[in-house]
């Protein structure tokens, strides 16, 4: 089984325009609806997490090898052996977002930093293809 890899950036078009999309909501919100300046500029603030990824362009990412799950976001890295895994878990949660979590043969749940998750669909098949169990769940409140 040949491996599969996964690799982002904080750097690319989806958060950009996002950035942008929001600082132009808020300047016209206070432009032409004369919103308050110390309520724009707190929710501008709000966009440094984001603005911080843009400039950082931290790398995050996840490789299925032979011999287990391995991920990296920023500084983070983690990796799980194979034959330590019961099943993964794919939560999809109110923002769409997909939460994975590598479930334990001891029953803890190893959650993958978000930004090193792939595309849910892409990454169930790769785990499916290596006889790894992958349960789905839509829409949950708690997990």
């Not at 110390?38 to 501008?44: E, K, N, V, Y």
């Not at 090898?65 to 878990?89: C, E």
Request: net charge positive; with cysteine.
């Amino acid at each position: 089984m040949t491996p599969y890899a996964f690799e982002t950036s904080g750097r690319n078009r989806k958060t950009l325009i996002a950035l942008l999309g929001v600082w132009a909501a808020i300047i016209a919100a206070v432009v032409f609806i004369d919103a308050s300046r110390w309520l724009a500029g707190l929710i501008g603030l709000c966009t440094a997490p984001a603005l911080y990824d843009l400039i950082a362009a931290r790398r995050a990412g996840v490789r299925l090898a032979s011999d287990g799950l391995h991920w990296f976001a920023g500084k983070r890295t983690g990796q799980i052996t194979w034959d330590k895994i019961s099943h993964m878990r794919l939560d999809t949660r109110l923002d769409f977002s997909v939460r994975a979590s590598a479930v334990l043969v001891t029953g803890r749940k190893v959650r993958l930093p978000l930004e090193s998750t792939p595309d849910a669909e892409t990454f169930e098949q790769e785990l499916t293809a290596r006889g790894i169990k992958v349960k789905r769940h839509h829409f949950s409140l708690v997990g």
